[in-house]
């Protein structure tokens, strides 16, 4: 598929499912009902321990858990050096490799190698980076993940104060000669969903939000998509 097909594939507002809350003795199962469930795509958070303080899943995992789902798979690397996973990524099953721009002294070179391995590439923002980071290297992203926690941890608290930079990041997504999307990751639940597609987000994230829902998973993605419908200008 093109980068317009990919992301025309998926009605928006997408509801994206990070696996970092999941049992991880029992991925493939954790998986399966998040397919059941409705969601868009399954985000694998990849964590070196020195981009942020946290270890997490590696290539390996998630080439273990592809054969459990048939949802796309995105990759958030919070790692440096993320060039070095884009071909392993690929051979995993992933579509999409997110890479921090912080953590990319040669931004343009790094997302280039990940086309060439054939993937999407998309480009996350810390809270304190400013939207300029990516304005240069738009020929070469599919996706800006505006992050609106620190990165490292889940179960975070939503930051209101990055909803204009989502609004400046739909602006310049839609300068872009191809398709950009804008996702946004970090305390996304009922209450703040609608709040981030107002703001320009068509891609959501949510991790707590799905796996510690009283009604489980598919009404945690019920009251996600509804909310960011009623919240989408």
């Given at each position: ?150 990165p490292g941890f889940g179960g975070q608290r939503y930051l209101a104060s990055m909803e204009p930079k989502i609004t400046a990041a739909r602006r310049l997504a ?60």
């Open positions: 598929m093109t980068d317009a097909q990919l992301v025309k594939a998926i009605t928006k507002p997408a509801i994206v499912a990070s696996a970092l809350p999941a049992n991880f003795a029992r991925l493939g199962e954790d998986c399966r009902a998040l397919e059941k469930a409705g969601v868009d795509r399954i985000q694998w958070d990849l964590m070196d321990g020195r981009f942020v303080p946290n270890l997490t899943f590696g290539p390996g995992t998630v080439a273990a858990a592809r054969a459990e789902t048939d949802l796309p798979f995105e990759a958030h690397l919070m790692t440096l050096e993320p060039e070095a996973y884009a071909a392993s990524l690929a051979d995993a099953g992933c579509e999409l490799m997110i890479v921090h721009a912080e953590a990319c002294p040669h931004l343009h070179r790094t997302l280039a190698a990940i086309r060439d391995a054939g993937l999407r590439a998309g480009v996350a923002l810390n809270p304190a980076t400013p939207l300029d980071a990516v304005a240069h290297v738009l020929d070469l992203t599919g996706l800006i993940l505006v992050m609106t926690v620190n839609d300068t872009a000669p191809h398709p950009v999307e804008v996702e946004v990751d970090g305390g996304i639940g009922p209450a703040t969903a609608g709040r981030a597609a107002a703001a320009g987000a068509d891609v959501l994230v949510a991790g707590s939000a799905l796996f510690h829902h009283p009604g489980g998973p598919a009404a945690a993605v019920t009251a996600l998509r509804s909310a960011a419908e009623k919240g989408r200008p």
